[in-house]
T-cell receptor, first 115, second 115 residues
């Protein structure tokens, strides 16, 4: 079936460190890929997305490239800040039939950035 | 502010009881989704409504039910509550059709504690 697998956390980094959170997917057809972020005490919000192979999504210094050959969509940031501490979710949007789409989330990765 | 409103924010109740969670979607969004977030299960899709009709069902227990009203607000009813139902319940909304980019807009969640 269609699914996403993301690296288990928690991930703890020092400020200004490089961040990678791995995400791989299994899907048929041509899915879209997303990263959502959940800050403490809040709901999820879209961080970035990519709708086709080789697309790069970027926002707030975060980037992820849709790699069809490796079925991956890894999230990266060159220099993290304390304010980036949050839970990050990789998600897959796929056609479930007709004009219906489904969004499947990974389990989430908790990132803590220490000053 | 995502524009999605959920009430109540916190709810404490006893096993065997029944509760109703309420969600008002973003203005203009016809689709409403319900998710359950717990530490062990991650983010689980429960059910989706589109313009008053059920569109997709996920891992929703038979003790749970939902509906979407003509004004597009939605309610999630949880009955015969068990300790394991303690979780954060999120509502999300989205546009549909050609405007659908796959982005969901999440509310801040309703935290249910069953004692």
């Amino acid at each position: 079936g269609n699914s996403v697998t993301q690296m288990e956390g928690p991930v703890t980094l020092s400020e200004e460190a490089f961040l990678t959170i791995n995400c791989t997917y299994t899907a048929t057809g041509y899915p879209s890929l997303f990263w959502y972020v959940q800050y403490p005490g809040e709901g999820l919000q879209l961080l970035l997305k990519a709708t086709k192979a080789d697309d790069k999504g970027s926002n707030k210094g975060f980037e992820a490239t849709y790699r069809k050959e490796t079925t991956s969509f890894h999230l990266e940031k060159g220099s993290v800040q304390v304010s980036d501490s949050a839970v990050y979710f990789c998600a897959l949007k796929w056609r479930s039939g007709g004009s219906n789409y489904k969004l499947t989330f990974g389990k989430g990765t908790l990132l803590t950035v220490n000053p | 502010d995502s524009g999605v409103t959920q009430t109540p924010k916190h709810l404490i109740t006893a096993t065997g009881q029944r509760v109703t969670l309420r969600c008002s979607p973003r203005s203009g969004d016809l689709s409403v989704y319900w998710y359950q977030q717990s530490l062990d299960q991650g983010l689980q899709f429960l059910i989706q409504y589109y313009n008053g009709e059920e569109r997709a069902k996920g891992n929703i227990l038979e003790r749970f039910s939902a509906q979407q009203f003509p004004d597009l607000h939605s309610e999630l009813n949880l009955s015969s509550l068990e300790l394991g139902d303690s979780a954060l319940y999120f509502c999300a909304s989205s546009v549909e059709g050609r405007a659908n980019t796959g982005e969901l807009f999440f509310g801040e969640g309703s935290r249910l504690t069953v004692l």
